[in-house]
T-cell receptor
Framework: EVQLVESGGGLVQPGGSLRLSCAAS????????MHWVRQAPGKGLVWVSC????????NYADSVKGRFTIARDNAKNTLYLQMNSLRAEDTAVYYC?????????????????WGQGTLATVSS | DIQMTQSPSTLSASVGDRVTITCRAS??????LAWYQQKPGKAPKLLIY???SLESGVPSRFSGSGSGTELTLTISSLQPDDFATYYC?????????FGPGTKVEIK
């Protein structure tokens, strides 16, 4: 069974840092692109960042570029999101997601498994 | 950056109704569109990918169509479990963008 379990959320002051982790199991983690998606309380979904299967390529939403860093450790089956210079508007539930492959083993641009989310609250 | 809009933002419907949600992209996204269902306090669930491919395990009353800048999600006969918020999501140049969501409420 595929499982994604996030951790590391909490309360931090503006300007502070948090490191989120996502422990993956039930699939070959090193074969999949992984993404972070966030959702502010009562608001919609926002794509945050992605990383390719071997960790050599990353991309970010403009709103977090230069402040957040995505990384992975394929030996530990774990995805990370280092969040620095946090702002109140970064307050959200952060979801770890897996990008789906189609039946022809092409990336499908869609997220087929999601973790339960971890809440990061930025407030003084 | 590609912007996504959805209409309507809220939809009131009854069990058994046929429901259509439209997603519009600010530029051509071909068929790089997915649809998700989200219930309060839960993670989103993938329904449709590549505009019209039904995710495994998703009931066949859900279908997706369209390409380019206007794509739709249709629920052929609304069931009690379908009352939720629905999001479209495009994926282009290794960046994703979600629509603002459509809340499907009980009429």
């Amino acid at each position: 069974e595929v499982q994604l379990v996030e951790s590391g959320g909490g309360l931090v002051q503006p300007g502070g840092s948090l490191r989120l982790s996502c422990a993956a199991s039930g699939f070959t983690f090193s074969s999949y692109w992984m993404h972070w998606v966030r959702q502010a309380p009562g608001k919609g979904l926002v794509w945050v960042s992605c990383i390719n299967s071997d960790g050599s390529s990353t991309n970010y939403a403009d709103s977090v570029k230069g402040r957040f860093t995505i990384a992975r450790d394929n030996a530990k089956n774990t995805l990370y999101l280092q969040m620095n210079s946090l702002r109140a508007e970064d307050t959200a539930v952060y979801y770890c997601t897996r990008e789906k492959y189609s039946s022809t083993w092409q990336l499908a641009g869609a997220f087929d498994y999601w973790g339960q989310g971890t809440l990061a609250t930025v407030s003084s | 950056d590609i912007q996504m809009t959805q209409s309507p933002s809220t939809l009131s419907a009854s069990v058994g109704d046929r429901v259509t949600i439209t997603c519009r992209a600010s530029q051509d996204i071909s068929n790089w569109l997915a649809w998700y269902q989200q219930k309060p306090g839960k993670a989103p669930k993938l329904l449709i990918y590549k505009a019209s491919s039904l995710e495994s395990g998703v009931p066949s009353r859900f279908s997706g169509s369209g390409s380019g800048t206007e794509l739709t999600l249709t629920i052929s006969s609304l069931q009690p479990d379908d009352f939720a918020t629905y999001y479209c999501q495009q994926y282009n140049s290794f960046q994703g963008t979600f629509g603002p969501g459509t809340k499907v409420e009980i009429k």
